[in-house]
């Protein structure tokens, strides 16, 4: 029978893709090309994506032998997992590939909003010498607000906690019971942090969580960084806090916009701001493939096994 045919549409490391290139045909492409998409999925049994293809309805019009769409990351913001349900098409993803990239990328934003890294080095590359301007703050004996106590927050506290700050969390879904977290109620969270990190998927509750009124509890010495989802908070609101100096400075990743275009946060002082690099981690993208692979794989396997005989 033909091997099973696999349209890899975002960039993933060859490696990752070796199990399904011994059993099936792997084909690459550009999927933000729609036509190229479109003309591939004519025949294609499972497409693996990453966050450059959008996976929406139009997409899977084109796709009438689909199977499985395999997003090798966690989130499935980009991909319409409502129609593919209604369709029978599993979406598969890799939840826990990225935990430590992202974890670790927060340690490095806290770092860098509580000593102003980025704008010394900016002062520094403009030949300027302005040690004083730059004074920041120790993070020892100061508090932590995590918002989302899943498998990020949690490994952000483990690490902060060795910074020997004070850890609060807030999860109404979590079981919060590690013995150097302090569970507390987002309000008083945002109330009492030195530092606010967010860690919770987009969803409908979650989409402008952090607002105006949110922001405005913060220390005018405190620091916001979002390395989770963009939408979760308002970034106009935040424009004019900060503007405002409450909270003193944001550490952003993610956008509710990508990319950002002329978004008017990049352009203040007092943010730090990537283009969403919490899973760019060559760790992080063999995990993520591996992983969605194997998962693509045993969706495929009715194709790959010969039909049963009657007897």
Not at 212 to 236: F, H, P, Q, W
Not at 243 to 256: C, I, Q, S, T, Y
């Amino acid at each position: 029978m033909p091997s099973p045919i696999v349209i890899v549409s975002d960039a993933l490391p060859g490696e990752t893709l070796a199990v399904l290139k011994s059993a099936c045909d792997v084909r690459h492409l550009d999927g933000r090309d729609r036509k190229a998409l479109f003309a591939a999925l004519t025949d294609a049994d499972a497409l693996i994506v990453r966050s450059g293809t959008r996976v929406d309805a139009e997409v899977l019009d084109r796709a009438p032998r689909l199977r499985v769409v395999g997003r090798a990351g966690v989130g499935l913001d980009n991909v319409d997992t409502i129609t593919a349900a209604a369709r029978g098409i599993a979406v598969v993803n890799a939840p826990g590939s990225n935990t430590v990239s992202v974890a670790e990328l927060t340690v490095g934003l806290i770092v860098a909003s509580a000593r102003h890294i980025t704008a010394a080095a900016r002062s520094l590359e403009d030949g300027q010498w302005r040690r004083s301007e730059f004074a920041g703050v120790e993070l020892a004996g100061r508090t932590l607000g995590i918002v989302g106590y899943g498998r990020v927050g949690r490994q952000v506290a483990r690490r902060m906690a060795a910074f020997d700050m004070r850890v609060l969390a807030h999860d109404p879904y979590a079981d919060i019971a590690d013995a150097d977290v302090h569970a507390t109620g987002l309000d008083e969270l945002l109330a009492t942090s030195d530092v606010v990190t967010l860690h919770l998927p987009r969803t409908p509750g979650t989409a402008g969580l952090i607002g105006a009124r949110e922001l405005s509890l913060m220390k005018s010495t405190a620091y916001l960084v979002n390395t989770a989802r963009g939408g979760i908070v308002d970034e106009s609101a935040l424009t004019r806090a900060l503007r405002e100096g409450r909270p003193a400075g944001a550490a952003l990743d993610v956008f509710a916009t990508e990319p950002p275009g002329s978004s008017p946060l990049l352009a203040l002082p007092n943010v730090v701001a990537l283009p969403h690099l919490g899973a760019s981690t060559h760790d992080a993208q063999l995990r993520a493939g591996r992983e969605v692979a194997g998962k693509v794989l045993a969706e495929l396997a009715p194709l790959l096994s010969p039909s049963p005989t009657a007897v």
